[in-house]
């Protein structure tokens, strides 16, 4: 029976554990489909100046980030050195590094199926217009090409892209998007149906996720932070919570000077950030994946809404039966999560999305 060579691209190099998670998850569970799967170790130059020890492009403009990239440069580095560590480790990355789509027709000589992945691909805002490369355009006709749950973040982007998108997304075989509420944007330009289904993270459980995370327990107990935007009302909530039960605090956030009282965890991998959670007694947070993995890990959490995410928030929380984990002012965070419900409604939630990918797969 003949290997088939799956290779999915996406945003796998962030510094951003939703990100690299998401990554990994959709490798993950085509393998467990037993197929052979690499990452395509792809730069998009412009998304990923954010994340460069050196942020050379945007010192005359704001000379302060100097300064900043300065003060933390041993942090930063130390994040780097983690996530391309993890990387290394799980992604299988291709031989070759690739900045340009047309350098990456090569890879038709060595791959039968081709997948644009999860995160913010498709944000045009993000990428500055149509990156060729998160639509397979360097693909050849005959390959299957499928997309598994881009994002386009917005119902609407700042410049008008319809003729762009349009002909960016013709050529690709299956097309899904992650949001619900990007439908109305691009169903419009295509007459393939566009399914919506799950970001690759909640189509594993917890147990897959287990062979990533150190068995070397720790006893120590811990309320665990991860603020992805800053939040006053995150913060305040935080630091009362912290003091009234005697907990300690382990902290990530994306503000160096978030104000939280606890250790500052920033720099950890993406498998650490994993032992976090699942070993926290309470998780407090504004991001959608450490609120999906919370979930996965049955956790008591708090999530707080924000700009970019709370629709997201809200609607996986609301489908799952769990509204009242998002924060208000009679929040109580040791209310009991009855988890047995919650797991159901998980597994009949992936049913849908699997099924897309298995069909896709089989050319169903």
Known sequence: MKTIKVTTITFHCS???GSALQTFALKALLEKKKYVVNVIDFIHKKDFEQYRLFRTSVYLKNPKSFIGDILFLKKNYKR???FEIFAKKYFNLTKKKYYNYKDMKELNNEFDIFICGSDQIWNLDCTQGVEPAYFLKFANKDKLKIAYAPSLAHV???KN?????KEAIKDLDYI????????????????KKISVVLDPTLLLDQ?????IISQNENKLEYVFVYMLEYSAELVKYCNEFSSKKGIKVIYIASNKFSGIKGKNAFGIGPDKFLKYIKEAKYII????HATVFSIIFNKKFVTFTTKRSSSRMV???DKLGIPERIYNENFNIDKDIDYDMVQEKLIDMRKSSLEYLNKALKRE
């Open 161 to 165: 892209y319809d003729a762009d998108l």
């Open 156 to 158: 609407k982007f700042a």
């Open 15 to 17: 510094y951003n554990y």
């Open 176 to 191: 899904s998007v992650r949001e619900e509420s990007t439908l109305p944007l691009i169903q419009p330009l295509t007459e």
């Open 207 to 211: 147990k897959d996720y287990e062979l």
């Open 285 to 288: 947070t504004n991001s959608f």
């Open 80 to 82: 780097k050195r983690n």
């Open 315 to 317: 609607d996986l929380l």
